[in-house]
């Protein structure tokens, strides 16, 4: 059973922003003033065993440190886009390169930046501490705040619909 609103069966690519979805919206700069991303370690099991069970995962951010490639390629994660200043025409590419049509796809954004791109897909989601025009187009908002486990929740409840959480020995190692 699941708490959206929406033919899970469907989802084949789900898409994340990482400030403010991945990571808490509030993020520690360094002596540098590069930012300091903190990441749920739930969420990462979530993302990985998604890729294992081939679920096409996409990261589409504004950030531009290297830490975030890092972090996500450790998970498998292959389709990471930094410095998207215009989400759409990535996510409108990477939909057409991955042969996924607009209700296969997920999009989850908390901010303005994401709005353009969480209108083109069947699912847009958010976590409860999106901006208030981001909840207005969500189809779910996630009862968990961003960086606190918004993508264990939202990959939990496709996997689950589509019996793929906890249904192989992928699942109990990463």
Known sequence: MSRIDYDLTKIRGIVFDVDGVLSPSTIPMNDDGVPQRMANIKDGYALQLAVKQGYQIAIITGGDTESIRKRYEVLGIEDIFL??????????????????VADQVAFVGDDIPDYEAMMVVGLPICPADAAPEIKGVSVYVSPVEGGYGVARDVLEQV????????SSAKAFGW
Do not use: D, F, I, T
Request: net charge positive; glycine share 8%; proline share 4%.
């Open 83 to 100: 410095k998207a200043s215009m989400k759409l025409p990535v996510l409108n590419q990477w939909m057409e390169e991955r042969g996924l």
């Open 159 to 166: 996997m689950r619909v589509n019996g793929h959480w906890l």
